[in-house]
T-cell receptor, first 115, second 115 residues
Framework: QKEVEQDPGPLSVPEGAIVSLNCTYSNSAFQYFMWYRQYSRKGPELLMYTYSSGNKEDGRFTAQVDKSSKYISLFIRDSQPSDSATYLCAMRGVAGGTSYGKLTFGQGTILTVHP | DSGVTQTPKHLITATGQRVTLRCSPRSGDLSVYWYQQSLDQGLQFLIHYYNGEERAKGNILERFSAQQFPDLHSELNLSSLELGDSALYFC??????????????FGQGTRLTVV
């Protein structure tokens, strides 16, 4: 079983829809949670970063972390065709822990927002 | 543009050969991470260097090695190449290993094709 599970989709939604992307994980050492966006054949781009449990909002994007359930989410409001990309969740532990200095990624969810 | 520069962008080589991938981190970043992205395995952490020293290893094959030089650029050496080594190789950099608010920023990757 993988440490981080993410539904690969693909997910197709109409423009303006609310998109929900999710990951579950098994390693309790993970403390930092990130969402990256990757356009085709490009490098992953950091979208959101959250420490421990809670919510974080940035424009149309909201990241949620529920450590008790080992579950993280990314919500995209008013989705746009330019949001079409692969979304990767990533997580890591604190310095000195067993997951020191490295990110563990989910498989990525392919999202298409059609006009 | 993340500020992380990778060369070359594309590389085609034959089985059994050796190649070197190069990464220049963002200005001021001390940490360099190497990742491999393949269709079946997703983004996998290979190795982490901080200020010239190896800090963490992931599932890196013995045929692969890396180093970080005094000017902080890094090279990933892949030898005795096999067809299965064909993948996207990403370099990422951050300021300090595993510290809060110093997340990794990725380069555009090197696409390696082994024929």
């Amino acid at each position: 079983q993988k440490e981080v599970e993410q539904d690969p989709g693909p997910l197709s939604v109409p423009e303006g829809a609310i998109v929900s992307l999710n990951c579950t994980y098994s390693n309790s050492a993970f403390q930092y949670f990130m969402w990256y966006r990757q356009y085709s054949r490009k490098g992953p781009e950091l979208l959101m970063y959250t420490y421990s449990s809670g919510n974080k909002e940035d424009g149309r994007f909201t990241a949620q972390v529920d450590k008790s359930s080992k579950y993280i989410s990314l919500f995209i409001r008013d989705s746009q065709p330019s949001d079409s990309a692969t979304y990767l969740c990533a997580m890591r532990g604190v310095a000195g822990g067993t997951s020191y200095g490295k990110l563990t990624f989910g498989q990525g969810t392919i999202l298409t927002v059609h006009p | 543009d993340s500020g992380v520069t990778q060369t070359p962008k594309h590389l085609i080589t034959a089985t059994g050969q050796r190649v070197t991938l190069r990464c220049s981190p963002r200005s001021g970043d001390l940490s360099v991470y190497w990742y491999q992205q393949s269709l079946d395995q997703g983004l996998q952490f290979l190795i982490h260097y901080y200020n010239g020293e190896e800090r963490a290893k992931g599932n890196i094959l013995e045929r692969f090695s890396a180093q970080q030089f005094p000017d902080l650029h890094s090279e990933l050496n892949l030898s005795s190449l096999e067809l299965g080594d064909s993948a996207l190789y990403f370099c990422a950099s951050s300021v300090a290993p595993g510290q809060r608010n110093t997340e990794a920023f990725f380069g555009q990757g090197t696409r390696l094709t082994v024929v």
